[in-house]
């Protein structure tokens, strides 16, 4: 009878374990469709000078010339998340309307410009990849399917006509050899269709790995920390000088196409901050 009893007992007990152990790894579900939101912050400098003071910081060229930026506003688009496994999470891809947004160094607070995204997937994400720019395949979609961006490009001076489209980077400022004195303004862009055109596609895309992993929960917001280092204008990859050539341009000519690839290299993650 007590061998029954204990028997009896023993078998509960295994019931018991079992459906808590049930219950732990519903807890645990790895198909968990939760999401939180997770903060970008731009922060524009020049690598040895510290933040961008429009009108009054200047640096110095590979070249030996000074300049410095009375105006400095990019676009930032197609912002991809990419985990640990190597897969994508696309932040409303060629949706300009959603997922498009305008880094203007106007707006900086205490030199940072933040973007904030929501309806990020809960995961644990190692690199960050977005375009400079705006993509063919969301220009082609006509200015109906990008109203919105449309209008704030607009707003900051940030499109030609529609025809044109948009600009991806706009700097202006002053250039020189003793000081920087001569005005400049060098806005780069597709100029519309670039197929149909025939003309370079100055839109880029750009991954960064993340120093610290992303970790997005429903209640912690990450912040990836991006620094873009805007000396590589003059002095990246291609050492550059302004003159009475290039120093007013829009679109994308040879020397635009030059300041592109320059500035690619601008960016990196300082730090990830996951609160």
């Known amino acids: 009878m007590k061998i029954y009893k204990f028997l009896s007992l023993l078998f509960i007990a295994f019931n018991l374990f079992t459906l808590s152990s049930c219950r732990n790894s519903d807890d645990d579900d790895p198909q968990d469709t939760s999401t939180g939101n997770l903060q970008i912050k731009f922060e524009n400098g020049f690598n040895n000078l510290g933040n961008i003071v ?3 910081t200047v640096q110095t060229s590979a070249a030996g010339q000074k300049h410095n930026f ?3 506003k990019y676009v930032i688009s197609n912002i991809t998340l990419i985990d640990e496994g190597g897969n994508e999470f696309k932040y409303n891809e060629n949706n300009p309307d959603k997922g498009a947004f305008i880094i203007d160094q106007a707006d900086a607070v205490a030199g940072v410009v933040y973007l904030d995204l929501n309806g990020i997937p809960k995961n644990n994400y190692k690199k960050v990849r977005f375009g400079l720019g705006i993509s063919q395949k969301a220009y082609l979609l006509g200015q109906n399917g990008q109203a919105e961006f449309w209008t704030k490009a607009k707003q900051k001076g940030m499109s030609w006509s529609w025809a044109a489209g948009y600009v991806f980077v706009k700097l202006e400022g002053k250039y020189g050899t003793a000081s920087a004195d ?7 862009g597709n100029m519309g269709n670039v197929t149909a055109n025939n003309t370079p596609d100055l839109y880029r ?3 960064l790995n993340l120093p610290t992993t992303a970790r ?4 912690v917001r990450p912040s990836i920390h991006i620094l873009a280092d805007l000396n590589q204008f003059l002095s990246g990859s291609k050492t550059l000088s302004l003159n009475t050539e290039n120093n007013v341009m829009m679109g994308s000519s040879q020397h635009l196409v030059d300041v592109t690839n320059n500035l690619t290299s601008m960016f990196k993650v300082d730090h990830v901050h996951n609160d």
């Open 216 to 219: 997005v929960t429903a209640q």
């Open 205 to 207: 895309e750009i991954t």
């Open 182 to 188: 001569t005005e400049f303004m060098n806005h780069t």
């Open 70 to 72: 009375s105006a400095l």
């Open 54 to 56: 429009l009108n009054q």
